[in-house]
């Protein structure tokens, strides 16, 4: 009857702490997930870097006699990379003289980005990541293709773009979300019992003292509560015996008062 309409502690205790475990859990899970993702994210970067810087060694002399025909069999041999979504070579002027687009989707997105197929001048030799809601991230490579003059300096031809995107890392990040929040689903059930038990062991007296306090607010007797602990609960439940022993006597003394009247 004390805890009509509402809560226990006992019940509010193990709801709180079942719930700062999930939470701790989902973050912690929630953190590995970005950063593996973010690793994975960082090792598609280095490739796209790796494979442009490679592949715009050998576009000098094609760009300089303006060979397209050789450059379109350069980039056509450099798509075969099954994570290649396009490739472009511009003049040193930022415009597209050839490309090769294995995936529409990601061209567009590029573009939209953007807003024109010229350079974005203001990341030349660098490596982007767009992200869209959904998809997988694109990782945007401008490397730009020196080439030598006669007397042995270095002149800008153009540059070369290359895209990558790699599905598994958004199958990977999907799939780590769904494990961590599968994880903390069994970590709740697992402590679960164990947080039950030790929140009785800590509100069980509590609960045994509320009782007997409310049967002593009726007049009635109470039994003694018998703890072997010698924390704070402990002295409690010894200091409430005390009070409960001499409200008992203050009754029995106040009754027969009253009888011998």
Same mark, same amino acid.
């Given at each position: ?21 999930? #939470? ?38 094609? #760009? ?7 450059? @379109?069999? #350069? ?54 990541? #767009? ?45 780590? @979300? ?47 509560? @018998?703890?072997?602990? @010698? ?31």
């Amino acid at each position: 009857g004390a805890f009509r309409g509402g809560l226990t502690m006992q019940t509010r205790a193990v709801i709180v702490v079942v719930a700062l475990v999930a #939470l701790s859990t989902g973050v912690c899970g929630y953190l590995i997930s970005r950063l593996s993702q973010h690793a994975l994210e960082q090792t598609l970067q280095r490739d796209a870097r790796m494979f442009t810087e490679t592949a715009a060694h050998g576009m000098a002399d094609q #760009l300089k006699r303006r060979e397209l025909p050789r450059l @379109r069999q #350069l980039i056509d041999n450099m798509a075969l990379d099954q994570r290649i979504t396009f490739i472009a070579v511009t003049n040193a002027a930022g415009k597209t003289l050839v490309r090769r687009i294995s995936d529409p989707d990601g061209w567009w997105r590029y573009i939209q980005r953007f807003g024109s197929e010229r350079l974005p001048t203001l990341h030349i030799n660098q490596t982007m990541l #767009l992200r869209d809601p959904g998809r997988s991230p694109l990782i945007v490579h401008i490397q730009p293709i020196w080439g030598t003059t006669a007397a042995h300096r270095s002149v800008l031809r153009g540059y070369l773009i290359a895209a990558m995107e790699d599905p598994v890392i958004a199958r990977m990040s999907a799939n780590l @979300r769904s494990t961590t929040v599968a994880i903390v689903c069994v970590i709740a059930l697992m402590v679960l019992p164990l947080i039950i038990g030790s929140v009785r062991l800590w509100t069980g007296p509590l609960l045994k003292m509320t009782e007997q306090a409310a049967r002593l607010a009726e007049g009635q007797s109470v039994e003694p509560i @018998r703890l072997r602990r @010698r924390d704070e609960v402990g002295m409690l439940a010894n200091a409430f015996n005390v009070m409960a022993d001499r409200l008992g006597r203050a009754h029995q003394a106040l009754r027969r008062t009253n009888a011998e009247l």
